[in-house]
Nanobody, 123 residues
Framework: QVQLVESGGGLVQAGGSLRLSCAAS????????MGWFRQAPGNKREFVAA????????YYAEAVKGRITITRDNAKNTVYLQMNSLKPEDTAVYYC????????????????WGQGTQVTVSS
């Protein structure tokens, strides 16, 4: 049973930074892609970033490119989302997800999900 547990959300002022964590357990994730998505009230769930665990390849949504970095700690089975220069429009629930295949931006193709963590950016 794959479990993903996010942490690190909170309230931050515009221009500030947050680091989200996603602790994964239940499998060996060497062949998985780990992704981050977000969903604001009234909006569809949207892709933020993803990293292929075995190749290290990363991919970012245009809206966050240059401000957000996805990294991993293999020893801890943890994926991080470092978010800098945050904007009010980054406010959303952020979800960690996993799929046993290459990077994809459609949330529908991810198999496992965390419970989400709230990020609120005040202006």
């Amino acid at each position: 049973q794959v479990q993903l547990v996010e942490s690190g959300g909170g309230l931050v002022q515009a221009g500030g930074s947050l680091r989200l964590s996603c602790a994964a357990s239940g499998r060996t994730f060497s062949s998985y892609t780990m992704g981050w998505f977000r969903q604001a009230p009234g909006n569809k769930r949207e892709f933020v970033a993803a990293k292929n665990w075995s190749t290290g390849t990363t991919y970012y949504a245009e809206a966050v490119k240059g401000r957000i970095t996805i990294t991993r700690d293999n020893a801890k089975n943890t994926v991080y989302l470092q978010m800098n220069s945050l904007k009010p429009e980054d406010t959303a629930v952020y979800y960690c997800a996993a799929r046993r295949a290459d990077i994809a931006t459609m949330w529908e193709v991810y198999d496992y999900w965390g419970q989400g963590t709230q990020v609120t950016v005040s202006s």
